[in-house]
């Protein structure tokens, strides 16, 4: 009985502690739940109220289910002559959508429990071979005894070339209600009035099945206020009001191998556990993916899950791969896919281009060579082949729809469109990060102000598309040196010479810059070496590779020689002094004289700066304030980027350093409370994480433990997130 289940459930009971409280046996429990039980007594009933905490209202219509159970097994075996029609088996493994299935019974319980019933619609939505049909049917079986007057499960064939009539659907309501087929109405509206007109005082569940769109859905509509409809469709059927929705997704991974272990049992699962784990994500943990490979392997006990993963790693023939005698991924996918308008369909297949799972609106436009794929995306989501990101604005695939769109790409575009829509994706992607970068160039860096696209026009904005997009960006900047347009890669490494400094990991920057020297010694530029050289000195420092930096500094150091470049040269010191000679001041003296040389004052005032530290931990620490102070000087009145906010930011938190050690804990701190807010404010995680640092050892010799204790847990963090090296 399922009205016993969905009480239990509600009390957050399971069958065995149900048992323990009321002292019915669990068979009993169980066998009355399944609906198999031949006559569960009053008393039976009446021992459940307690641990079930129910009302008497809820007491009498348990009574009134069992007895009405002995009533339908007393007549004909099956169903009472109330049932208006049978529902599709339900599957015994359903497995992982238990809070779905818990919404729809909510539902219910919110519908039945109103005075007066007012009816209720609810769309079940999702990617092809989510599960919605299986869930509905389940949902179905389980309000049987709430909806007493039948059910009614009508397939719709939304995805075949010819979806069904809603007349001849109709035609089939009537006959179920038992009218006569000589005198059901011709027309369409009167049959649904006369749908309605009989459903007014029923209490009957309605399953509409695999619904094309909105005008198929509208005319069956008819269940009256005592009704519960649910509707599967792959398209959200947003024109619908007043319904409740409900938006299947993947199954999380523990759900993923529970329903895996259902189907091959739980002894293979932790045999290989590993295997079974990668299995899942190669199905995309896609119900009817799992199914399917559960289906393969429950019919040959002696296959190694390993083998099934060997062959399903293969992109080019894994949808191949899934499939199991009537169950095809493929073929589900492909009745989706051939509902959309040609424009869809060709964005649908080129989408697979796209480096990353997930993209915005102008990798579309740039593969459609469009200048709005709105309206296709729109299309795209609506029919459940693309999904919405959690970001405004952008989507995402599934990653077995993906492979779908890759085979269907090589199917059928020819290969010129193909590199020619590759090619304006990847030139986007990185004309658009090259922009981006430059909004953080420091004031002076640049004599034009950077330039505003469609996707951002202040810093903020550069930046969320930055890291939104590095997934794609990164592997674009890949393309473009790989079929040797070094001079676009090369202008995208430069423009993020100073962001690397702001955000991203170590290891993304360190690929960004080794690719960028090898561009640069693909076309000679021995100033493009140089600077680039210098650049992967600085992540390699900061992942801790001494050694590695020095060495890469001195070739940078070579490469501004040849190329005649004194701010390469002094960059080049600095590196090398960081990397190797940290306790000497020789190297910072060249790079300051290198950098007076050049004119270069933004590089000039961060070797100061640097200086200034050294003088510090020499214990020169009242020379080193003085000349911190004149750092900050020059830092403060340089405003107008993050990368000015950024320098006078550390400006800060070294003077606060020698200031500390000074005595002057009080300002030490405030300066960098206000280093902290700056790198806050741009998000600087690696400035943060030295700010923090220097905060607990200021509160430390304050006596402050706990609150220090606090501040170098919230920087060791920081610095794991970053990858960079935490400072000694």
Request: with cysteine.
């Amino acid at each position: 009985m399922a009205l016993l289940k969905r009480y239990r459930r509600r009390a957050n009971l399971t069958q065995e502690e149900l048992a323990d409280e009321s002292g019915v046996s669990i068979r009993a429990i169980r066998d009355i739940e399944r609906g198999i039980a031949r006559s569960p007594q009053r008393r039976t009933i009446e021992s459940l109220a307690v641990p079930l905490a129910l009302s008497d209202s809820e007491l009498a219509q348990l009574r009134d289910a069992a007895r009405s159970n002995r009533v339908q097994q007393d007549t004909t075996g099956v169903y009472a002559t109330s049932v208006l029609g049978m529902l599709p088996p339900d599957i015994d493994d359903l497995t992982g959508r238990e809070r779905d299935l818990d919404a729809l019974l909510a539902l219910a319980d919110e519908l039945t429990g109103s005075p007066r019933w007012s009816g209720h619609t609810a769309v079940l939505t999702g990617p092809p071979g989510a599960g919605k049909t299986s869930l509905a049917v389940r949902a179905a079986h389980e309000l049987t005894d709430v909806f007493p007057d039948g059910r009614l499960f009508l397939k719709l064939r939304g995805m075949s070339s010819q979806p069904n009539d809603p007349a001849d659907i109709l035609h089939l309501i009537l006959r179920s209600l038992g009218v006569d087929a000589v005198t059901i109405p011709a027309e369409l509206e009167q049959r649904a009035s006369l749908c309605r007109s009989l459903l007014k005082d029923r209490a009957a569940i309605l399953v509409l099945d695999d619904a094309a769109g909105e005008a198929q859905v509208r005319p069956l509509m008819v269940g009256g206020p005592r009704c519960l409809t649910l509707i599967t469709s792959r398209q959200l059927l947003v024109g619908l009001e007043g319904v409740s929705r409900l938006n299947l997704t993947v199954l999380g991974r523990g759900d993923a191998i529970a329903l895996l272990t259902a189907i091959i049992g739980r002894p293979r699962v932790a045999a290989e556990q590993t295997a079974a784990l990668e299995l899942i994500e190669l199905c995309g943990r896609l119900p009817l993916a799992l199914r399917i490979v559960g289906n393969r392997l429950a019919s040959r006990p002696g296959w190694p899950l390993a083998g099934l993963v060997e062959q399903l790693r293969d992109t080019g023939t894994r949808l191949k791969t899934l499939t199991a005698g009537d169950l095809d991924v493929h073929s589900v996918f492909e009745l989706s896919y051939r509902q959309l308008t040609p424009a869809a369909a060709m964005v649908f297949r080129r989408l697979s281009l796209v480096p990353a799972a997930e993209f915005s609106p102008g990798a579309a436009m740039a593969l459609a060579d469009t200048g709005d794929a709105a309206l296709v995306l729109e299309e795209l989501a609506d029919a459940s082949l693309l999904q919405t990101s959690h970001l405004d604005g952008r989507y995402q695939f599934h990653d077995l729809l993906r492979v779908f769109a890759a085979e269907l790409l090589s199917q059928e575009d020819s290969p010129e469109a193909i590199a020619a829509a590759e090619h304006r994706l990847t030139d986007w992607l990185v004309r658009t990060a090259t922009a981006a970068g430059r909004y953080f160039l420091p004031s002076g860096e640049t004599n034009a102000p950077p330039t505003p696209t469609p996707w951002f026009s202040e810093p903020g904005a550069a930046r969320r598309w930055l890291e939104v997009e590095v997934k794609n960006w990164l592997p674009a900047m890949k393309s473009m040196a790989a079929h040797g347009e070094h001079r676009a890669a090369l202008d995208l490494a430069e423009a993020m010479h100073w962001y690397f400094d702001i955000d991203g990991t170590a290891s993304t920057w360190h690929e960004v810059y080794a690719l960028a020297v090898r561009s640069a010694l693909a076309i000679g530029s021995k100033r493009d070496e140089a600077v680039h050289r210098n650049n992967l000195s600085w992540i390699v420092c900061a992942l801790g590779n001494g050694e590695g930096a020095a060495e890469l500094a001195r070739q940078a150091f070579d490469a501004a020689v040849a190329a005649g470049d004194l701010r390469e040269q002094a960059w080049s010191k600095l590196y090398l002094r960081r990397a190797r000679h940290p306790g000497s001041s020789e190297l910072l003296d060249e790079a300051i004289r290198l950098f007076e040389a050049a004119g270069y004052p933004i590089g000039l005032y961060w070797a100061r700066a640097e200086r200034a530290a050294y003088w510090h931990e020499q214990g020169d620490h009242a020379a080193a304030a003085a000349e911190f102070e004149r750092c900050l000087d020059h830092f403060k009145q340089r405003t107008g980027t993050p990368m000015d906010d950024y320098g006078y930011a550390y400006a800060l938190l070294d003077s606060a350093r020698s200031l500390a050690a000074l005595g002057s804990l009080d300002t030490a701190l405030t300066r960098c409370e206000e280093a902290l807010e700056l790198f806050r404010r741009h998000g600087v995680s690696l400035g943060q994480a030295r700010t923090l640092q220097a905060i607990a050892e200021i509160l430390t010799s304050r006596g402050d433990h706990a609150n220090a204790a606090a501040a170098q847990a919230e920087a060791q963090t920081l610095f794991e997130r970053t990858g960079a090296a935490r400072k000694s």
